[in-house]
């Protein structure tokens, strides 16, 4: 099975309509804080500009389930995506104000997989494996230690599908697919001139890099 490709910090609808004709599994918008983030009403237009192929993605912080419920109509989401360190009374709560699919983040700051995270693998629809930063949620362009983690996401990988994001580009990604044999990868920074200016040239590499590979 080939890994599915996410463009994720999308803030202009040709960048989004770019990723769609490449051939993109799922796009993404920001609405946590960062340089990134944009509005509901702006992650519609972006969105809008996708056409109907790939999934819609919303990048979420701190925001209230009601809150969440509220941009996720307005910008009609496909996936909601929680990423500032949820638990899974968090994505319970997500379900009962949203019918689509629910992802979790887990933020890693060393060389492991939390043990505590092990029970999002069973709640959520996918797990988003990122890596930490103590100054924003996601786009830092740091990569994880795919090897050290390999053991870890072995024990650990249930029924929920594996989002690989941190710090992946058009030149790891082919070393991150073959070590994880992520579901999806994740990209950013990683196909950016600048932060949520995606670079066209690097969202062809990146494609064509993860398309190589199967994953299983």
């Not at 609405?31 to 500009?49: E, K, N, S, W, Y």
Request: charged residues 25%; neutral net charge; contains cysteine.
């Amino acid at each position: 099975m080939l890994a599915k490709v996410k463009f994720c910090g999308m803030t202009r609808p040709k960048d989004a309509a770019l990723a769609s004709e490449i051939g993109a599994s799922y796009i993404g918008v920001v609405f946590a804080d960062g340089p990134r983030r944009v509005t509901p009403r702006q992650a519609r237009t972006i969105l809008d500009a996708a056409g109907g192929k790939a999934k819609r993605v919303g990048v979420f912080g701190t925001n209230a389930p009601e809150e969440i419920a509220r941009f996720s109509e307005e910008a009609r989401l496909d996936v909601v995506q929680l990423h500032a360190d949820p638990t899974t009374a968090d994505v319970r709560a997500i379900r009962t104000k949203f019918n689509g699919e629910v992802w979790a983040a887990i933020r890693i700051a060393g060389a492991h997989i939390p043990s505590a995270a092990e029970a999002l693998f069973d709640a959520a629809d996918a797990v988003v494996l990122d890596a930490r930063s103590e100054h924003r949620l996601g786009g830092t362009g740091k990569a994880l230690p795919w090897d050290e983690l390999e053991v870890d996401l072995a024990r650990d990988r249930g029924g929920a599908a594996v989002v690989l994001a941190g710090g992946l580009n058009p030149g790891n990604v082919a070393t991150a697919i073959r070590t994880l044999a992520p579901d999806v990868v994740d990209v950013s920074s990683g196909v950016e001139s600048s932060p949520g200016v995606k670079d066209p040239w690097l969202m062809r590499e990146f494609y064509a890099a993860a398309s190589r590979l199967r994953t299983h």
